[in-house]
């Protein structure tokens, strides 16, 4: 059915596809039927091949309100238009690539503009169906389709270019259509790696997620978290911010202001940029993601707003390292840094256009304009010339006619493009495709279709002739661009003229690798140039100690707040990245950046806040001066109870032991041992033994002295009152009446001791009397501790009452009033015990204090009971 197309895989060519080219190629023919030169009169590069790759370059800069080109050359736009031509060159005139077939170029000017690009492109998808049977196609209006044939026909078979990214968008939108495959070496936004729309795009540059990454990386190895961003309208400038902007919220850094540049923005757009820059006075650092020229006017502005402080550029490959850029802004720009790809410089290319001359070149038809505007002359052959004559123009009064001696070099500012490298590996990968292809389709032996690693020719730059037989096969002319594209051009690998590695990854994009640039000023030199500070390779790796920043000695800060200080946290104010520093509280630790949380009880905060340690666990030390007292007291208590339990032994059949009711003195000094010996639970560490022993020592140890007391008070109380009264001998007043009530009141202590341990569990517990200290305690509440003595405080009364109604008995009985004495200073030892105690629950060490001074009445008691017991005669004691 189609000359060309009926090669194309029939499950691509479908009936809408058909329609949509017979739409087109209407279209077209009544575009060619109306007479428009538009087209037709476009300046081209065209050189004849037996297969055709097509071009396109911004060899102009964009018209100022006008859809066309502008009046300037653009100077990365030709180097990138002669690295494609020298690459050409090189594969024709290389043995080992293509041998016998020769490559041709259709190269068009896209100004920098991406609908200019578009219309450009129709020219590649003519040559396409100038070849199509169009007898099968009717139009509208019912006419045959007529495609005008000229010097640019035949089918191109892959396109190298756009370079930026907007223009790469739109063409590839349009070439997939025709599967004409496309590399560019310049075009880096994300979105051109989705094959579902871009299926036949490739490029020997990365995409811009790793840019993006990498300005990151910059920015946070400065410690900048608050800086501004401003972008290109367009595909380049849109996805690239859109990307940075992602990473940077993945890793805290905030935007303080985002702006874009439009595509017809005029000075006082780019002044309002500035001026809402200005706004965010603490964001100093700015990120550019931006085309050229409009990183150019960006700085015009910021030097027409006069700043005081400087902004620290960060700027893409959008910027990289292009000189012209910055001529007259070098004192704003100085500082900037910027992200390239990482390139290396080809001296072979660069002898090729130190060799080039407007005579010579005659296939670049814009040369003469870029000869012109590089040596700020006339061409004698050009229409310039002409008007310098007559006087036509006053701006070409300044230059002079260009002489034949001059050449390209360094000392007239020539210097390799950064992309020119990719230009040059996009035409070889191309050309190693098609090699491949020519392998399988062209001859009969089975050859190696991997990685090819030959070495390369001598640099040679005429074209060979073309009159000699073309050893392309037809089936290599009309294989299909798709297979094509994901059978041999992305299988592709080889080492290029630079040394480096060239080949795509499954989405068609390159290898990311980036310098990391910083735009200084000369030593001893007015001059800047841009020095290499740095690589990113899926890492940055930068040399802090060659950086210099604009009017700054130290690194600049970009930060809306300052990082708060050990213990404080961040309460956000306004932006995200603003904050005023609060304090935590002194338990608390710093959770995050936000947040404060508590120790708990028990713990405290290290002095850096970031966590915290367990507090030191008190409780009475032996040899705490607390302890020692008490210990001492206790071990005089001891000694002289056991003297007198001794000397009662000794004398147990004695008239004076038996008089002073001996069995109740042994019970009596059990009761005071017991209570000296519960000093050593009260001061150990609290166990729960410890624990177990303090309650019985204290509860139990009580009753027996006071049981004791108590049956003594009764008795005497009962023999005295029953004397006034009868001569009749009383009941229950013998030793073991006495021993047996003295016995059962201690039963009922017991009995009440027990009870307590089973409703309060012996046991530990941690007290906190406040959040800077831990007591180790005893599991007893104060409560419960008090109701334990409560039957203690029943007989301690009783027993006053006793002694108070005998306190007038005759003088020999003189133990009833030791025994009141005793009372009455219990009374009053117990009635300060409870407020104090009560009142000083914070020190354990008061507390235990409190408890063992209820034994100093044991010891008061225990010096007036000696001299109860000794007859009613102190002299009788060891008689």
């Known amino acids: 059915m189609w000359d060309v197309f009926r090669m194309k895989s029939s499950n691509v060519w479908n009936v809408p596809i058909g329609i949509m080219l017979m739409s087109a190629t209407c279209w077209l023919s009544q575009l060619d039927i109306a007479g428009s030169t538009q087209v037709q009169d476009t300046v081209s590069v065209s050189l004849p091949g037996d297969i055709i790759l097509g071009g396109l370059f911004p060899v102009h800069e964009k018209g100022e309100g006008t859809p066309s080109c502008g009046p300037k050359v653009y100077n990365r736009g030709v180097q990138r238009l002669e690295a494609m031509l020298y690459a050409i060159d090189r594969v024709n005139n290389d043995t080992n690539i293509l041998p016998g077939i020769t490559i041709g170029v259709h190269i068009l000017d896209t100004c920098s503009r991406d609908t200019y690009a578009l219309n450009q492109s129709l020219q590649f998808v003519r040559a396409s169906l100038n070849n199509l049977d169009t007898s099968v196609f009717e139009c509208s209006d019912t006419s045959i389709p007529q495609l005008r044939k000229n010097a640019t026909s035949g089918p191109v078979f892959g396109v ?21 495959p496309q590399i560019s070496p310049a075009s880096t936004a994300k979105t051109l790696s989705d094959k579902s729309r871009f299926d036949l795009f490739a490029r020997t540059v990365p995409p811009d997620t790793f840019q993006s990454v990498a300005l990151v990386d910059i920015i946070k190895n400065f410690n900048w978290s608050y800086v501004s961003t401003i972008h290109s309208e367009g595909s380049y400038g849109e996805y690239g911010i859109e990307a940075f902007h992602k990473e940077a919220t993945e890793r805290h850094v905030c935007i303080a202001a985002a702006e874009k540049v439009p595509s017809a923005a005029d000075d006082k757009v780019f002044d309002a940029i500035i001026g809402k820059l200005l706004k965010k006075p603490n964001a100093r650092g700015v990120i550019l993601f931006t085309r050229a020229e409009d990183a150019r006017r960006i700085l015009l502005a910021a030097k027409r707003a006069n700043l005081s402080q400087p902004f620290h550029w960060v700027a893409s490959d959008g910027w990289g390292k292009q000189q012209k850029l910055l001529e007259g802004l070098e004192d704003i720009a100085e500082g900037a840094i910027t992200v390239e790809l990482q390139s290396e410089i080809i ?71 950064s992309k020119t490298q990719f230009v040059v590996d996009a035409v070889y990968a191309f050309a190693h495709a098609l090699h491949n292809l020519h392998n399988d389709l062209c001859t009969q032996s089975d050859q190696n279709v991997g990685p ?19 050893q392309a096969c037809p089936n290599m002319a009309s294989y299909d661009g798709k297979d094509f594209y994901n059978n041999y051009l992305l299988n592709v690998s080889f080492v290029d003229l630079a040394g480096s590695e060239v080949k795509f990854d499954r989405q068609g994009d390159g290898l990311a690798r980036y ?48 990082p708060c200080e050990a213990g404080m946290i961040k309460k956000q104010q306004g932006d995200t990245c603003c904050w005023i520093c609060d304090s935590c509280e002194a338990y608390e630790y710093v959770y995050d950046e936000q947040t404060c949380r508590d120790c708990g009880p028990g713990l405290w905060p290290y002095p850096d806040k970031l966590s915290c340690f367990a507090l030191n666990i008190q409780y009475m030390r032996w040899n705490s001066l607390f302890a020692l007292v008490p210990l001492a007291i206790a071990v005089l208590g001891i000694t002289m109870t056991i003297i007198v339990i001794v000397l009662f032994a000794r004398n147990h059949d004695t008239p004076l032991v038996r008089a002073s009711g001996r069995e109740l003195s042994y019970t009596l000094l059990f009761g005071i041992l017991v209570c000296y010996c519960n000093t050593f639970a009260l001061i150990a560490k609290p166990t729960i033994g410890s624990c177990v022993l303090q309650r019985f020592g204290i509860g139990v140890g009580f009753s027996i002295i006071y049981s004791a007391l108590l049956t003594k008070t009764n008795r005497i109380s009962r023999i005295f009152h029953s004397a006034s009264k009868s001569a009749q001998r009383l009941k229950y ?66 027993c006053t009452i006793y002694a108070i109604k005998t306190r007038k008995i ?9 025994i009141g004495f005793t009372m009455y200073t219990t009374c009053i030892i117990w009635l300060a015990f409870v407020p104090i105690y009560f009142g000083t629950g914070n020190s354990y060490e008061i507390q235990k204090l409190l408890r063992l001074s209820n034994r100093f009445d044991y010891f008061l008691f225990y010096s007036k009971e000696l001299i109860s017991i000794t007859d009613f005669t102190p002299h009788n004691i060891f008689t």
């Not at 047996?740 to 409703?759: D, F, H, K, Y």
């Not at 003088?811 to 009833?816: A, D, I």
């Open 515 to 562: 310098d990391i640039l910083n735009y200084q000023r000369l030593d001893n030199s007015s001059g800047y140039q841009y020095k290499v500070i740095g690589k990113w390779f899926n890492s940055l790796e930068l040399n802090l100690d060659t950086l210099v920043w604009n009017k700054a000695n130290e690194m600049p800060t970009s930060a809306c707040s300052l």
């Open 160 to 180: 190298i270019g756009g370079s930026y990214s907007s223009v790469s968008l739109q063409v590839a939108n349009l070439l997939r259509l025709f599967h004409i």
């Open 810 to 818: 005759p003088e020999n009985f003189n133990e009833s009033k030791f």
């Open 452 to 470: 090819q690693h030959h070495q390369h020719s001598e640099s040679v730059w005429y074209r060979r002739p073309a009159d000699r037989q073309s």
């Open 347 to 417: 001296e072979d290319f660069d002898r090729y256009m130190m060799q080039l001359t407007p005579t010579s070149n005659k296939r670049n038809p814009w040369f003469a304009e870029y000869w012109e505007d590089t040596f700020n002359c006339v061409l004698p052959t050009s229409s310039a010339s002409d008007k310098i004559n007559k006087g036509d123009d006053s701006n070409q009064k300044e230059k002079v006619v260009c002489d034949d001696s001059f050449r390209l070099s360094d000392k007239v500012g020539y210097e390799q493009e």
């Open 733 to 798: 007043i013998s030793p073991q009446s006495q021993v047996v009530i003295t016995t059962s009141l201690i039963a009922i202590q017991v009995l009440i001791t027990m009870i307590w341990m089973i409703v309060e569990p012996p046991g530990t517990r941690f007290y906190y009397p406040d959040r800077t200290e831990v007591i180790l305690k005893c599991k007893i509440q104060d409560m419960s501790f008090l109701f334990s003595q409560l039957y203690n405080m029943i007989l301690i009364t009783i």
